[in-house]
Nanobody, 121 residues
Framework: QVQLVESGGGLVQPGGFLRLSCSAS????????VGWYRQVPGKQRELVAA???????NYADSVKGRFTISRDNAKNTVYLQMNNLKPDDTAVYYC???????????????WGQGTLVTVSS
């Protein structure tokens, strides 16, 4: 099966920044909807940012103005730029893509393995 690959997580101090990336090996992101989610122990997974097929965006109130979701069509990759990180941003971040074409086959509703973001001084 095809799985999304995420990278970019790590440990940063409050006020720092990270950029997460999400892609599928050999995949083509075409007319897809992308979402970045995060989850902490004991809490429900929440949608952080979404990018629609028409490139409109939506953000959780807690990250609005600090996070930016974007797409690089040439690289078939989506990103989550996270600026001015806060301790409450600490979570495992997951990428979700509703449609990916790999080697001529269409795959639906793919999830990344998760990448840990830790914000601590």
């Amino acid at each position: 099966q095809v799985q999304l690959v995420e990278s970019g997580g790590g440990l940063v101090q409050p006020g720092g920044f990270l950029r997460l990336s999400c892609s599928a090996s050999g995949g083509i992101f075409s007319r897809n909807h992308v979402g970045w989610y995060r989850q902490v122990p004991g809490k429900q997974r929440e949608l952080v940012a979404a990018l629609s097929r028409d490139d409109s965006t939506n953000y959780a109130d807690s990250v609005k103005g600090r996070f930016t979701i974007s797409r690089d069509n040439a690289k078939n990759t989506v990103y989550l730029q996270m600026n001015n990180l806060k301790p409450d941003d600490t979570a495992v971040y997951y990428c979700n893509v509703d449609r990916v074409i790999v080697n001529g086959w269409e795959y639906l509703e793919l999830w990344g393995q998760g990448t840990l973001v830790t914000v601590s001084s």
